[in-house]
């Protein structure tokens, strides 16, 4: 077997990325576990909350603030019209669409609430509140330089 690359040891010791990802796996999955009874995952809730505290939105605007994929977003708005939590209605331009959220929807978010509640405690405990301050306050310092 030949000896590892120079550049691996680097890559593998110093990526914040890789980091990162891997944070973001293990932190999605315990979302994803406390809200598997409700149907949800974590990143149809992150669209979901965006429209309840938005009111409504377009797909394209959802995409841009929460930073996902067009075609990801285009997925999970799609299963949440067909479980009736988001409705859809034409835009002013009459090219696109507006969505919000259902009574269902608004009852959902609600319902969730203990679960999501669970996992953020989770979450802060594996990563500690020091940790969680800082994500915080990274977040922040991005949406103040509108990345």
């Not at 999605?28 to 009111?55: F, M, N």
């Not at 959902?108 to 509140?129: F, I, M, S, T």
């Amino acid at each position: 077997m030949p000896d590892e690359s120079p550049a691996a040891q680097v890559i593998a010791r110093e990526c914040i990325g890789f980091r990162l990802r891997l944070l973001c796996r293990v932190v999605t999955g315990l979302y994803d576990d406390a809200l598997r009874p409700h149907g949800l995952r974590v990143s149809q809730l992150s669209i979901l909350t965006a429209v309840g505290k938005l009111g409504q939105g377009r797909p394209s605007d959802l995409a841009r603030v929460l930073h996902m994929d067009r075609s990801t977003v285009s997925r999970d708005v799609e299963r949440l019209l067909d479980r009736g939590w988001l409705e859809q209605s034409p835009g002013e331009d009459g090219r696109s669409h507006l969505l919000c959220l259902t009574e269902a929807g608004h009852a959902l978010l609600e319902k969730v609430l203990p679960a999501w509640r669970e996992a953020q405690d989770q979450v802060v405990a594996l990563l500690g509140e020091q940790a969680v301050a800082t994500i915080t306050a990274a977040v922040e310092d991005l949406r103040a330089q509108q990345v």
